[in-house]
């Protein structure tokens, strides 16, 4: 009988492990976007900088607003989800910026790389973590809901990205 427990137990290891590698497979693919809606990448690719701090139609941000909110957001959620000393920004003030666009190439450029070596930094942790367990220094946070919040953050904010760049006749159709 204790056998048969046993590979019971063992058995349903090996079923949720797997179940959990699937799991962190699609949501490597929801993070890196491009599933039903454009990747980060697709929506600042080709922009041209003399566009990145207009605000067609009185719309609240710009380009570099949003991408820039974006850096930040990211980056405070994968510090959260990895350093208990982390402190967060203050919302709203510190996760927008006040300036409508880069003060040069080189900011925009930095910021897009940033992003990028967040988003791997994050994506890393879902290899490395139980994605169910409760972050330690939160309230009930786990690796998997920073992840979904994370996706769900950047495809919202792509999005207006997009629209932006219609309204300015810089998106490819």
């Known amino acids: 009988?204790?056998?048969t427990f046993v590979r019971l137990?063992?058995?349903?290891?090996?079923?949720?492990?797997k179940q959990t590698s699937i799991l962190v497979t699609e949501l490597k693919k929801l993070?890196?976007?491009?599933?039903?809606?454009v990747g980060f990448k697709d929506a600042v690719a080709n922009l041209p900088f003399n566009l990145l701090g207009e605000k067609p139609y009185n719309l609240p941000y710009s380009i570099w607003q949003l991408v820039e909110h974006i850096k930040i957001a990211q980056w405070d959620m994968l510090e959260f989800s990895k350093?208990?000393?982390?402190?967060?920004?203050?919302?709203?003030?510190?996760y927008w910026p006040k300036e409508l666009a880069p003060k040069d190439e080189s900011a925009w450029n930095n910021t897009l790389k940033q992003i990028d070596a967040d988003l791997k930094e994050f994506?890393?942790?879902?290899?490395?973590?139980d994605l169910y367990v409760s972050i330690p220094h939160g309230d009930?946070?786990?690796?998997l809901r920073e992840a979904l919040q994370i996706a769900d953050h950047n495809a919202y904010h792509v999005a207006?990205?997009?629209?932006?760049?219609?309204?300015?006749?810089?998106?490819?159709?």
């Open 123 to 129: 994506i890393a942790l879902l290899d490395s973590s």
């Open 140 to 143: 009930g946070q786990s690796v």
């Open 83 to 94: 350093d208990g000393s982390h402190r967060s920004p203050k919302w709203p003030d510190e």
């Open 1 to 3: 009988m204790r056998i």
């Open 31 to 37: 993070l890196n976007g491009g599933g039903a809606h």
């Open 160 to 173: 207006e990205i997009v629209v932006i760049r219609r309204l300015l006749g810089a998106w490819k159709s």
């Open 9 to 17: 137990i063992q058995s349903v290891n090996v079923i949720m492990e």
